[in-house]
């Protein structure tokens, strides 16, 4: 669920460069001080392109300060603080719960155990602030697990569950005219991620002989065309929404994400699996 939604530092300038981790060091801090210390464990680019997202459309009152942290021990750093970088912290905190209630049912992961433990009351504290976003992921994860525990699970069902899911985290004013967009931009984008981290688990899953949703593709003999054609349509949904809002500050930084990050893990596997097929040819 998180690691796609990222930007291309080596292209951005020294400018963008500073605003974007003084907006996640901002998500970092709002973290610890909304969820303690161990707050800061969830942090992850896709709720900082989240929190740029929200601040650039709805301008809200932004305070800037600088601090030091465990991270940063020495030197003080800059970070925002604003009303949608606390809702960025806060589905941040909700979604990293579930994804660690995830991964405790899936395999009763020690990691998963522990993080859904970290975060539960985390989770409760978001989920009294934040109602509909919270039962939103919920049921969608529940209609997600009950679809998973079927005899041949629909691939398609599975991401559009993704897909509702996030597209209620990206809606912090459900009744703003501009929610229906905003709810576009992260179904289409869930769906990608969904389908981007089956696509990369899929052999690590085959292995260890557990499911994946991509299993009834997996022997189309143009599979991997097929699987960046579904990528490339589900990430252009998400692009025609997001160009719909109207955005000024950190447009430039926000399309590097959209256009250019998120295919940044996309590559760097293509490119291991090309190498381990010259490897296993000249093996032969």
């Not at 929200?54 to 750093?77: M, N």
């Not at 039962?135 to 691939?155: C, F, G, N, R, Y």
Request: include cysteine; charge should be negative; proline fraction near 5%.
């Amino acid at each position: 669920m998180f690691g796609y939604v990222a930007p291309v530092l080596s292209v951005l300038t020294d400018e963008q460069k500073q605003r974007y981790r003084s907006v996640y060091c901002g998500v970092c801090h709002a973290l610890k001080s909304r969820h303690g210390q161990s707050g800061r464990l969830s942090l992850s680019n896709d709720m900082t392109f989240l929190a740029l997202l929200l601040s650039s459309l709805y301008e809200p009152d932004t305070t800037q300060a600088s601090a030091r942290c465990g991270i940063h021990p020495v030197k003080k750093h800059p970070f925002c603080s604003s009303s949608m970088i606390d809702y960025a912290a806060d589905m941040n905190a909700l979604l990293f719960y579930w994804k660690c209630e995830d991964q405790r049912m899936d395999d009763h992961s020690l990691v998963g155990k522990t993080g859904e433990t970290l975060f539960r009351k985390a989770a409760k504290k978001v989920r009294t602030q934040w109602p509909a976003q919270s039962v939103a992921v919920e049921q969608a994860l529940s209609e997600l697990w009950k679809e998973e525990k079927k005899t041949i699970p629909d691939p398609d069902r599975l991401c559009n569950l993704s897909g509702e899911m996030l597209g209620a985290v990206f809606v912090p004013k459900p009744d703003d005219m501009w929610a229906p967009i905003l709810r576009s931009v992260g179904n289409s984008l869930g769906r990608f991620i969904y389908w981007m981290d089956a696509w990369e688990d899929y052999d690590a899953d085959h292995r260890k002989r557990r499911f994946n949703p991509l299993d009834v593709y997996h022997d189309r003999p143009d599979y991997e065309d097929f699987c960046k054609e579904t990528l490339e349509l589900l990430i252009a949904e998400a692009a025609n929404s997001f160009e719909i809002l109207p955005l000024e500050q950190d447009l430039d930084l926000l399309r590097n994400v959209m256009y250019s990050g998120v295919w940044q893990r996309y590559t760097l596997i293509t490119e291991k699996k090309q190498k381990q097929r010259k490897e296993d040819a000249h093996a032969e």
